[in-house]
């Protein structure tokens, strides 16, 4: 079957875990030991100064030109784009984000279930132990 020895230690979910492990295919991930830069705070120079308008040259505002109307038939084509697009990178993105969640339940799952066997079966063979002392006694 398999070359791979396990200790008597190991349990059927942890060796069931691990061949499950090596049949999924795991997300792209960035190595561990790289750092991602995080910008935390604006640093402004002396040269980045922004200008500020604080006098108006003339004493007559000018009337804002009015909002020119986007044709409907555009309106929609951009629609219509953007629900495109936002389809393509969820159904790119989605998968590899449902197995990152289900690989966190399942993980949590086989922990518990780990830790309910070994309860189980040391409370089952406490029991025999105990049943047994005591026809011997008799």
């Known amino acids: 079957m398999s070359d ?10 942890a ?3 691990a061949l499950m492990q ?5 997300p792209a991930r960035p190595p561990p030991d790289q750092d991602l830069p995080v910008l935390t705070e604006a640093v402004l120079g002396p040269e980045d100064d922004l200008p500020v308008l604080t ?3 003339s004493g007559e505002l ?3 030109a009015p909002q020119s109307r986007l044709d409907p038939a555009l309106l ?3 629609a219509q784009e953007l629900t495109r697009r936002v389809h ?3 159904a790119a993105e989605l998968p590899s984000l449902v197995e ?11 922990r518990e279930l780990e830790q309910g066997l070994i309860e189980t079966t040391e409370a089952a063979i406490r029991d025999f132990i105990d049943e047994w002392g005591s026809k011997r006694r008799r």
């Open 62 to 64: 000018t009337e804002m």
């Open 76 to 78: 929609e084509k951009l």
């Open 15 to 17: 060796r069931a875990d």
């Open 88 to 90: 393509d990178r969820l």
């Open 55 to 57: 006098v108006i040259a």
């Open 22 to 26: 090596r049949r999924r295919p795991q």
């Open 100 to 110: 990152a969640a289900l690989q966190t339940s399942i993980a949590g799952l086989s």
């Open 4 to 13: 791979r020895v396990f200790p008597a230690g190991d349990s059927v979910v």
